[in-house]
């Protein structure tokens, strides 16, 4: 079961929180509803793998646990901030993602990873790993979108 707030509207967040499940679409759905057409399919690429992590790899997919999303649109930056209620993880910095966008010990673990960082402008966690703040700049002309 989902549960959602208000959509943003300049400064105020919106919220989604459900329990952890892998069955994201109408998730997916409500947050990239929103983002313009030709960036949705790459966004809800890099959302479908940021919340399979929490999901999955933080919460174990334990249904007694959510994932909360808050997501904002300020100006023409698109935030996300995706939390769970896991141990947490020692998240990589961008520094260990290599020029090929592939990480450097290219373990299957470390792909989400790479796309995170190439779909988003920011990406961020907090100190414990619980925590996921991705950003995308919709007027950022310094590339088209990955998914035509």
């Known amino acids: 079961m989902a549960v959602s707030s208000l959509r943003p509207v300049e400064r105020n967040w919106g919220t989604i929180s459900f ?35 929490a999901a999955k790899h933080g919460n174990n997919l334990d249904p007694s646990k959510t994932v909360m999303v808050h997501f904002c649109v300020i100006n023409d930056e698109y935030w996300w901030i995706i939390s ?22 290219e373990s299957e673990n470390g792909r989400g990873l790479c796309l995170l960082y190439q779909i988003f402008d920011q990406v961020h966690w907090n100190p ?7 950003c995308k700049h919709m007027k950022s002309r310094s590339r088209l979108p990955l998914i035509p």
């Open 84 to 105: 769970d209620q896991g141990p947490g993880f020692s998240p990589p910095c961008r520094q260990e993602i290599s020029d090929d966008g592939l990480p450097h010990d």
């Open 19 to 53: 329990a952890s499940t892998l069955y994201l679409c109408p998730i997916l759905d409500l947050l990239v509803e929103q983002i313009p057409r030709k960036w949705r399919p790459e966004i809800r690429l890099g959302l479908q793998e940021a919340l399979v992590n």
């Open 128 to 134: 414990q790993g619980t925590e996921l703040r991705v």
